[in-house]
Nanobody, 121 residues
Framework: QVQLVESGGGLVQPGGSLRLSCTAS????????MGWYRQTPGNQREMVAS???????NYADSVKGRFFVSRDNSKKTIYLRMNSLNAADTAVYYC???????????????WGQGTQVTVSS
């Protein structure tokens, strides 16, 4: 059973930084593209940052230059470094991964349980 487990959320003051981690566990063949999404009450989940298996990254305009996504394939983990945080970054952050279970041709989407990030003084 494949799981994505996030950690690193919490309360931070405006201008501060946090690093989120997401680790894949279970039995699977390979991990493909992964990313971070966030959601606030009453709004749709939005993509924050994504990273391909080869390390190509993509960011939402609202976080460019402040957030940085990376991955360590040996640890089956991706990270989101968030700098210069402001109140608009307050949300539940979700990890997403496209994971091949038995072969590269059979992939499924997986989501973490979410971790709360609150930016407040």
């Amino acid at each position: 059973q494949v799981q994505l487990v996030e950690s690193g959320g919490g309360l931070v003051q405006p201008g501060g930084s946090l690093r989120l981690s997401c680790t894949a566990s279970g039995s699977f063949f390979a991990i493909g593209d992964m990313g971070w999404y966030r959601q606030t009450p009453g709004n749709q989940r939005e993509m924050v940052a994504s990273i391909t298996g080869s390390g190509r990254t993509n960011y939402a305009d609202s976080v460019k230059g402040r957030f940085f996504v990376s991955r360590d394939n040996s640890k089956k983990t991706i990270y989101l470094r968030m700098n210069s945080l402001n109140a608009a970054d307050t949300a539940v952050y979700y990890c997403h991964g496209i994971i091949a279970i038995k072969t590269v041709y059979e992939t499924s989407d997986y989501w973490g349980q979410g971790t709360q990030v609150t930016v407040s003084s």
